[in-house]
């Protein structure tokens, strides 16, 4: 039973759909082709709180899930692609996008199939089926996740050096 989507590219746009709303710890759970995720927005930054703030207005429940369909995940990784014209910028492996591409990678690497992530303040919960289709959770730190990303971040130099 071997994952029959790449997770990397989906996780990142998703990461960067949760970025735009503040949402840095959430629930993410992968339903066939949906994904649903349930996070509050960050408390801190006054963007988050003029946010709030028109939700209430619009009546709007503070933690509405997010479903995000394959469609819309595409829609989201076209969109972040034009929005990455510095190639050459450092990248912070803090942000939500780089932590679930990391993760992603994880999962693309070992051909797992992504079932659920928690990921709060410095961890994560990863429920993923392997290739034969047993279900397994990690608890891990979400630094455990930095040899991914350098990974990531060393082939993307890379390509940048070939395209010249």
Do not use: C
């Not at 919960?125 to 990690?138: F, I």
Request: glycine content about 8%.
């Amino acid at each position: 039973m071997a994952a029959s989507r790449r997770y990397g590219e989906d996780l990142r746009s998703i990461g960067q759909a949760l970025e735009a709303r503040d949402i840095i710890d959430f629930e993410l759970k992968r339903l066939a082709d949906l994904y649903v995720i349930q996070g509050i927005p960050e408390q801190g930054s006054l963007r988050s709180k003029v946010r709030q703030w028109l939700r209430r207005l619009r009546g709007s429940p503070a933690a509405d899930p997010i479903f995000l369909g394959s469609e819309k995940v595409e829609q989201l990784s076209q969109a972040g692609r034009a929005k990455r014209s510095n190639r050459e910028q450092l990248t912070n492996f803090r942000s939500v996008s780089n932590i679930l591409r990391a993760v992603g990678a994880y999962l693309d690497a070992g051909e797992h199939e992504l079932v659920e992530i928690q990921k709060r303040r410095i961890s994560i919960t990863l429920s993923y089926r392997d290739k034969v289709g047993q279900e397994h959770k990690e608890d891990r730190t979400i630094s455990s996740f930095y040899n991914f990303f350098l990974e990531l971040y060393g082939k993307r130099g890379q390509a940048q050096k070939t395209a010249l």
